[in-house]
C-alpha cells in the first residue's frame, strides 16, 4: 500500500531524512514515533510530495511525485498545525466536497462527527486550537479516503477531543483504512497501531534510542 | 491544468480576498480618490464641480500609476508568503491539485478581486460622471479601466513572484515596497542618469525606459488622451517615429501583457520548488 524506498531528503543543507525505507500494508495501522525534530513530519510530508526528496515513494503503487494528483486523492492529512484561511468550517468542507466531487450530505455528517455542527457558519478564524484540528480530522475524513496520514493529531485536542480521536482512529481501522500515525507520544500511539517504526535523527532505528540531544532541565538548586 | 480544479482555486481565493478589510479599502480608496479628482479637476481653472471624462480620465492616469501597483505588489506578496506561514497552504496542497492549478488559480482570484476593486472604485466614478458632467469621451476612460487592469495584472504578478521567492511575510512586504520605490520613482530617474552618463542612443532609451511596466502603462494612459507627440517627450516621440501610433500601442500592449505572463510563468518554476512545510 505504502512503499518507501531510500528516501533521503536534504532542506537548506541539513539532512531531515536519511535512507528511509519501509512498508505499510492495506490495513495496516503503524505509527513513527521519535522526539521532536527527529523527521517523522518530513517523512509525512515526502509521502504527500511537499518537498523534494531523492528516492521513491508509492501510494497503491502510485508515485507520489509523478502521479501527486491521484495520490492525494488517495490520501486524506491531518496536520500538526491547521489553518483554513478566511472561510467558515462548511465553506472548507464545501470546497474539499466539491473538488473531489462528494456529496454535499456528507458536509453535515462530517461536522456532527467531529462535533462542528453548531459552528458550520462560523470563520475558522475563531476557532480555538482544539476546533480548527477537529476540523482538519472532517477535511481529512470527508472523502473517507483508504490512507490517512496523521501528523501529532491530538496535540491540541482537550479530553473530548481527545476520545473522539481514538473513536474515530479506532472506527478508521475497523473499516479496514491504513493508517500512519506520526507522534512523539510513544504511549498514546502504541494502543492505536499495530507496530511502531522508530526515526531517530532522520533514520529508522530498530529501537528507541535515548535522545543524546534533549539536556535536562537542571532541577532547582541544581547548577549546569 | 484542470479548468475545473482552477475554478475552484480562483472562487475559493476570491472569496478569501474580497472578504479581507484590504477589498473594502482598496475600492474606497479608489471611489473616494477618483471621486475627488473628478471634482476638484477643474479647480485650476477658477472653476468648481464635475470635471468631464477627459480631464478625470487624465487625473485618474497618475492616480493608477501610482496606487495599483502599490496594491497588487502587496497583495500579490502576500499570496503564497502568508499562507505558506500560517499552514493553509499545506491544507490546500493536500487536496487533490496541482501546482499549477493551485498557483494559477490563486493569481487568477486576487486578480478578480484587483478588478472588482478598481471596477467598483473607478467604475462608480464614471457612472457619476457620465450622469452629472457628461462631456468628453467615455470610451477613453473605459479605456483606462481596462489599462489599470492590465497593469494590476502585470504588477500583481510580480508580487506573487517576490512572494514564491522570498516566503516570509515580513521579508516580502519590505520587498513589494522596494518594487513599488523602484517601479514608480527611482527607474525614471535611473533611466535619465543612465541616459546622461552613458549617452545612450534614443532606441537604447526607449527600450530601457519601457522595460518598466508602470511606465508602459503611463504612456499607454499618455497615448490614450492625445495625439500629439510632445505630452510624450522625446522617448515618446522616438517611439511614435518608428512605430507609428498604432505600433506603439501594440508594442506597449503586448509588452504590458507579457509581463503579467512572463512574471505569472516565473513564479509558477519557483512554486514548483518551494517545500511546503
Redesign the interface.
Same mark, same amino acid.
Given at each position: 500500500m505504502i512503499a518507501a524506498r531510500d528516501v533521503r531528503l536534504v532542506l537548506e543543507g541539513r539532512t531531515i531524512l536519511d535512507g528511509v525505507s519501509f512498508d505499510v500494508a492495506r490495513g495496516e495501522s503503524i505509527a513513527l514515533v521519535g522526539a521532536n525534530g527527529s523527521g517523522k513530519t518530513s517523512m509525512l510530508r515526502c509521502l504527500l510530495g511537499f518537498v523534494p526528496f531523492a528516492g521513491r515513494v508509492t501510494i497503491e503503487g502510485h508515485d507520489v511525485v509523478r502521479d501527486g494528483v491521484v495520490v492525494r486523492s488517495l490520501v486524506g492529512y491531518v496536520p500538526q498545525r491547521a489553518a483554513f484561511g478566511d472561510a467558515s468550517a462548511a465553506e472548507v468542507l464545501a470546497f474539499v466536497a466539491t473538488l473531489r466531487r462528494i456529496e454535499p450530505r456528507r458536509i453535515d455528517v462530517m461536522l456532527d462527527l467531529v462535533g462542528l455542527a453548531a459552528h458550520a457558519r462560523d470563520r475558522v478564524r475563531t476557532f480555538s486550537g482544539g476546533m480548527v484540528q477537529r476540523l482538519a480530522l472532517a477535511v481529512a475524513l470527508l472523502p473517507d479516503p483508504p490512507v490517512v496520514l496523521f501528523d501529532e493529531p491530538s496535540a491540541n485536542l482537550d479530553r473530548d477531543g481527545q476520545r473522539l480521536f481514538y473513536d474515530l482512529v479506532a472506527r478508521l481501522r475497523a473499516g479496514g483504512h491504513t493508517l500512519l500515525l506520526a507522534s512523539h507520544r510513544r504511549e498514546e500511539v502504541e494502543s492505536l497501531t499495530d507496530r511502531l517504526l522508530h526515526v531517530d535523527w532522520g533514520r529508522l532505528v530498530a529501537a528507541p534510542t535515548p535522545s543524546a540531544r534533549v539536556v535536562p532541565f537542571p532541577a532547582r538548586g541544581e547548577r549546569r | 491544468m484542470r479548468t475545473r =480544479?482552477l475554478r !475552484?482555486v480562483a472562487a &475559493?481565493e476570491l &472569496?478569501?480576498a474580497v &472578504? /479581507?478589510r484590504w477589498f473594502v479599502l482598496a475600492a474606497g480608496c479608489f471611489l473616494v480618490l477618483s471621486l475627488g479628482l473628478a471634482f476638484f479637476g477643474l479647480a485650476g481653472a477658477q472653476r468648481s464641480g464635475l470635471a468631464g471624462f477627459d480631464r478625470t480620465t487624465a487625473s485618474l492616469l497618475n492616480l493608477a500609476v501610482l496606487f495599483v501597483p502599490l496594491m497588487t505588489l502587496t497583495l500579490g506578496g502576500l499570496a503564497v508568503a502568508g499562507?505558506l506561514e500560517? /499552514?493553509?497552504l499545506?491544507?490546500l !496542497? =493536500?487536496?487533490? !491539485?496541482?501546482r499549477l492549478e493551485v498557483y494559477a488559480g490563486k493569481y487568477l482570484g486576487l486578480l478578480g478581486a484587483v478588478g472588482a476593486a478598481i471596477c467598483i472604485g473607478f467604475g462608480t466614478t464614471g457612472v457619476i460622471v457620465g450622469l452629472y458632467a457628461g462631456g468628453g469621451d467615455a470610451g477613453v476612460f473605459l479605456g483606462l479601466v481596462g489599462l489599470v487592469l492590465l497593469l494590476g495584472a502585470a504588477t500583481l504578478g510580480m508580487g506573487a513572484l517576490l512572494s514564491v521567492a522570498l516566503r516570509a511575510r515580513a521579508r516580502v512586504i519590505g520587498a513589494a515596497f522596494s518594487a513599488w520605490l523602484l517601479l514608480v520613482y527611482v527607474s525614471d530617474l535611473g533611466v535619465i542618469g543612465l541616459a546622461i552618463a552613458r549617452s545612450l542612443r534614443p532606441a537604447q532609451t526607449f527600450v530601457l525606459a519601457l522595460v518598466n511596466p508602470v511606465e508602459q502603462a503611463r504612456v499607454l494612459g499618455t497615448l490614450l488622451l492625445s495625439d500629439r507627440l510632445d505630452v510624450l517627450g522625446p522617448v515618446g516621440a522616438f517611439g511614435i517615429d518608428t512605430l507609428g501610433w498604432h505600433g506603439l500601442v501594440a508594442c506597449l500592449l503586448g509588452t504590458l501583457a507579457a509581463t503579467a505572463v512572463g512574471t505569472v510563468a516565473a513564479g509558477y518554476v519557483v512554486f514548483r520548488?518551494v517545500?511546503? =512545510?
Open positions: - | =480544479a !475552484l &475559493r &472569496r478569501d &472578504r /479581507g499562507e500560517d /499552514g493553509s499545506g491544507m !496542497l =493536500a487536496q487533490p !491539485l496541482t520548488k517545500p511546503i =512545510a
